[in-house]
């Protein structure tokens, strides 16, 4: 009669490496879709000129401007990234210039120039217009590609979780053909 081969060992080790998975994942995560907002104009992908108007509808958020009276994780506002990261979930918009040094807080620095010079804008509209957006390379090329990223602020300016809602344009400059 032939020895059983004994399956337990196989289920333990199963065991072990799930469990091992599961404290791998960072934790405070949501990992689900966030689908509350939707840009509305221009389409995904499409080809745009200048000056470029981009629209989004927002659904379950009230919108609260800096400094406004917060409702948890369902009110704040825009901030709007041109070819940009934007900063980690909880953290201020600030945090961009965490390592320039020119950038002192105590002279009010970042201010919306700053990071406007830096192709990040906060709104509390649910649109925005760009007279111009940065040239990706020297050469005159006929098409540029672009992302534009919207996230949620709280009225404190910190990011609101790690939803990030991108859209990528093709811009044709004019004089270019």
Not at 20 to 41: H, K, N, W
Request: proline share 8%.
């Amino acid at each position: 009669m032939r020895p059983r081969a004994r399956s337990g060992g196989t289920g333990l080790a199963a065991a072990c490496c799930l469990l091992l998975v599961a404290a791998c994942v960072p934790q405070g995560l949501a990992f689900r879709v966030d689908d509350r907002l939707t840009f509305t104009s221009p389409g995904d992908r499409a080809e745009v000129s200048l000056p470029l108007t981009v629209s989004w509808e927002m659904r379950d958020f009230t919108v609260v401007g800096p400094g406004g009276q917060a409702s948890g994780s369902r009110s704040g506002y825009f901030a709007v990234f041109v070819d940009q990261t934007p900063q980690p979930p909880g953290k201020p918009l600030a945090w961009i210039a965490r390592k320039d040094r020119t950038c002192r807080p105590a002279d009010g620095c970042p201010d919306a120039e700053y990071l406007a010079t830096r192709h990040i804008f906060s709104t509390t509209d649910t649109h925005l217009t760009f007279e111009q957006l940065p040239r990706p390379s020297q050469d005159n090329d006929r098409k540029e590609r672009h992302s534009i990223t919207v996230i949620l602020l709280d009225p404190s300016g910190k990011r609101i979780g790690e939803s990030a809602y991108e859209l990528d344009v093709i811009v044709r400059r004019q004089g270019l053909s």
